[in-house]
């Protein structure tokens, strides 16, 4: 399918010739539950290949795609440095409510996510490409992130999580072509952010969801 096949039916052109992705996007996420008061703004570039042709599976016939994304712009914003309730030990091992002074505000660094396995659903549309995914990547901020308890409240320095955390996550989206070779691409993810122990706490961020709008160039 040539030039004219991908002006006419854009998103047969690209299932039929296994074609690259590339394109900016924008993040905007929330936490649940306890994180309920963080939130994300991310801000970076995506580049995928489609790998295999159409799978026929019933309603999950589809094609195979992998790809990974870098986001040089990654910002947290957490409530400001409070007081917090926590449960803490006595001399004696016993535990006993107790109010600590716990980190908080902006937090920024960058991301890296190198693998992005999607799963491109056969759709009769000529427009729309709906997608699921699941994906892993590493996240660095230039201070100790989630904030914790402050070892030291005078400089403000979170002494208990890690400036490296991971973010497995999965979700759903699509492509809307506004024309050949060219897609606007809304995804919803939930993600986990941890540090897998690496610092002496891992209070993570157990779940937020991300909503991602992009552009995509196909080549």
């Known amino acids: 399918m040539g030039d004219d096949g991908a002006a006419n039916n854009p998103v047969a052109w690209v299932r039929q010739?296994?074609?690259w992705e590339m394109g900016p996007f924008l993040n905007w996420g929330s936490g649940v539950g306890s994180r309920s008061g963080y939130k994300f703004f991310w801000a970076g570039f995506q580049l995928a290949k489609v790998m295999t042709p159409v799978v026929h599976a019933s309603i999950f016939s589809g094609q195979f795609e992998l790809g990974g994304n870098i986001m040089p712009l990654w910002q947290a914003y957490t409530p400001p440095p409070h007081m917090q309730n926590y449960t803490c030990l006595d001399p004696e091992g016993q535990t006993y409510p107790c109010t600590l002074p716990t980190g908080g505000g902006a937090f920024r660094g960058v991301s890296l996510t190198p693998v992005i396995m999607r799963w491109?659903?056969?759709?009769?549309?000529?427009?729309?490409?709906p997608w699921f995914q699941g994906a892993g990547g590493v996240i660095y901020t230039t201070h100790k992130f989630p904030?914790?308890?402050l070892s030291n409240p005078a400089e403000g320095i979170d002494g208990?999580?890690?400036?490296?955390?991971?973010?497995p996550q999965g979700g759903a989206g699509i492509h809307y072509f506004v024309r050949a070779k060219r897609s606007i691409d809304l995804g919803v993810n939930a993600a986990h952010i941890s540090s897998a122990s690496l610092g002496d706490r891992n209070p993570g961020v157990n779940a937020s969801i991300q909503v991602q709008v992009g552009y995509t160039f196909w080549r």
């Open 17 to 19: 010739n296994q074609r």
């Open 120 to 129: 491109n659903f056969a759709t009769r549309s000529r427009r729309v490409q």
């Open 147 to 149: 904030p914790n308890v």
């Open 160 to 167: 208990g999580t890690c400036v490296w955390n991971f973010a």
